[in-house]
């Protein structure tokens, strides 16, 4: 059942809770919402061992829209969602879910009990970055120009992910096409080098994993992340790519979230 509450600049945030066990906020990726197969696959399967609340992300879904668009709403929007879990809640995010996973970390304190991230989608240097906005400087004229479908295909193609990866996505296709302008909300959030100075504070205990099979600018982030997070707990998932298996993951986040 469909539940909503508001981010602090009124925007409404629809959100579904499922599970038992400790509240865990799961954030997702680009052109995720929380009726995609994939995610309500991986809700499933978090929610075995925790409360999952699986929420659409300003712009997604049944979520509002309020723009100007800004980093600090979709922080807001993280806020509101763990004081609609009671107040204090585990974070787990994907790709550019893990970069908004990290940063609320960073700004909301002890609200965020633990942290963890996987293949957070950050730059690892300084070439990447430009390419980076090369691709994101294409994908914006696309969607401006309303070619949503190929906006959704150069930037599966641009992050690394193979085409015969996009099969699975397929049921999904037509929705993720009607959320591509909200890929101009992830490439803003990836647009960065890994914020190494500023998690050097980081108290949170935080989890990183990377897949295995994750493209090699995304195994050089996380690695960037472990040296430079105090104490974090470093995992790679055996066999896995972007797109992991819920199973794997979760095995990762109850270890960790539960130790």
């Known amino acids: 059942m469909m539940k909503t509450t508001l981010s602090k600049d009124g925007t409404t945030l629809a959100y579904n809770v499922t599970g038992n066990g400790p509240a865990l906020i799961f954030i997702t990726g680009a052109t995720c919402y929380r009726e995609f197969n994939p995610v309500l696959y991986d809700v499933s399967v978090f929610s075995t061992e925790f409360t999952v609340y699986n929420y659409d992300r300003r712009g997604r879904g ?85 070619k949503n479908q190929e906006a959704i295909t150069g930037f599966l193609e641009g992050i690394g992910i193979p085409q015969e990866a996009f099969e699975s996505l397929y049921p999904d296709w037509q929705i993720m096409v009607d959320l591509a302008p909200t890929l101009a909300y992830d490439t803003t959030l990836a647009s960065a080098l890994p914020p190494v100075k500023e998690v050097a504070g980081l108290t949170t205990p935080a989890q990183i994993i990377v897949g295995e099979k994750s493209p090699e600018s995304l195994q050089a982030v996380a690695q960037q992340l472990r040296e430079a997070i105090p104490n974090a707990v470093y995992t790679v998932a055996k066999g896995q790519d972007h797109l992991p298996a819920a199973e794997v993951v979760l095995s990762v986040l109850t270890a960790f979230f539960k130790s």
């Open 62 to 146: 049944d979520s509002g829209n309020t723009l100007p668009y800004a980093v600090e709403r979709e922080i807001e929007d993280i806020e509101a969602m763990i004081d609609a879990a009671g107040g204090q809640a585990f974070l787990y995010g994907h790709s550019s879910g893990a970069i908004l996973a990290l940063k609320a970390a960073l700004t909301l304190g002890n609200k965020v009990s633990k942290l963890a991230m996987y293949d957070a989608a950050y730059c690892p240097d300084a070439a990447s970055l430009e390419e980076f906005k090369a691709l994101s400087s294409d994908l914006y004229q696309l969607l401006q120009a309303g």
